[in-house]
Antibody, heavy 116, light 113 residues
Framework: ELQLVGSGGGLVKPGESLRVSCEASGFTFANFAMNWVRQAPGQGLEWVAYISKSSTDIYYADSMKGRITISRDDARNSLHLQMNSLRVEDTAVYFC?????????WGQGIQVTVSS | DIVMTQSPDSLAVSLGERATINCKSSQSILYSSNNYNYLVWYQQKPGQPPKLLIYWASTRAAGVPDRFSGSGSGTDFTLTISSLQAEDVAIYYCQQYYYIPYTFGQGTKLEIK
């Protein structure tokens, strides 16, 4: 069964950092590009970051560029998003998603709350 | 960036009736070299991640009931549910994957009348 299991969310203060992760199973993780998409409370979906196979290409949304780093560990079937200088407006559920190029498999979502 | 605009924002349809959701892109997402439209439709229920329904604008994903269909080309697209079932109550999103940044429509909330 295809599965993406997220971890690492939580409550942080503005300006702090947080790393969220996603562990893949049921498919050959190294063969696929991956993405992060977020959803603020009661809002729509916002693409955040992309990483290609072998990490050769990386792209970020302007809203978070300079504050985030996407990475992958193919040996551990893991995807990561390091988020620094977090803002209240970064409060959202963060989803990892496999790219086909459409996003066919999504993680269950990781809650990140930024509040003082 | 490509702006995706859905209409309506919300929709109430009787059980068994047809539901139609529209999605318009600010520029063509039809790739001329392969004649594919880089558009996908997702369904999202509360507390769940989005679920893939349709890709390449009109290809149903595996396991998606055939009452769901997608159509359109270039800049104008439609998701149709031919006979609404209670389990179809959800928010529906279109998304372009023509180029990064990937962008989503604002969502259409579908309810039972």
């Amino acid at each position: 069964e295809l599965q993406l299991v997220g971890s690492g969310g939580g409550l942080v203060k503005p300006g702090e950092s947080l790393r969220v992760s996603c562990e893949a199973s049921g498919f050959t993780f190294a063969n696929f590009a991956m993405n992060w998409v977020r959803q603020a409370p009661g809002q729509g979906l916002e693409w955040v970051a992309y990483i290609s196979k072998s990490s050769t290409d990386i792209y970020y949304a302007d809203s978070m560029k300079g504050r985030i780093t996407i990475s992958r560990d193919d040996a551990r079937n893991s995807l990561h998003l390091q988020m620094n200088s977090l803002r209240v407006e970064d409060t959202a559920v963060y989803f990892c998603a496999r790219e086909l190029p459409w996003l066919d498999t999504w993680g269950q979502g990781i809650q990140v709350t930024v509040s003082s | 960036d490509i702006v995706m605009t859905q209409s309506p924002d919300s929709l109430a349809v009787s059980l068994g009736e047809r539901a139609t959701i529209n999605c318009k892109s600010s520029q063509s997402i039809l790739y001329s070299s392969n004649n594919y439209n880089y558009l996908v439709w997702y369904q999202q229920k509360p507390g769940q991640p989005p679920k893939l329904l349709i890709y390449w604008a009109s290809t149903r994903a595996a396991g998606v009931p055939d009452r769901f269909s997608g159509s359109g080309s270039g800049t104008d697209f439609t998701l149709t549910i031919s006979s609404l079932q209670a389990e179809d109550v959800a928010i529906y999103y279109c998304q372009q994957y023509y180029y990064i940044p990937y962008t989503f429509g604002q969502g259409t909330k579908l309810e039972i009348k």
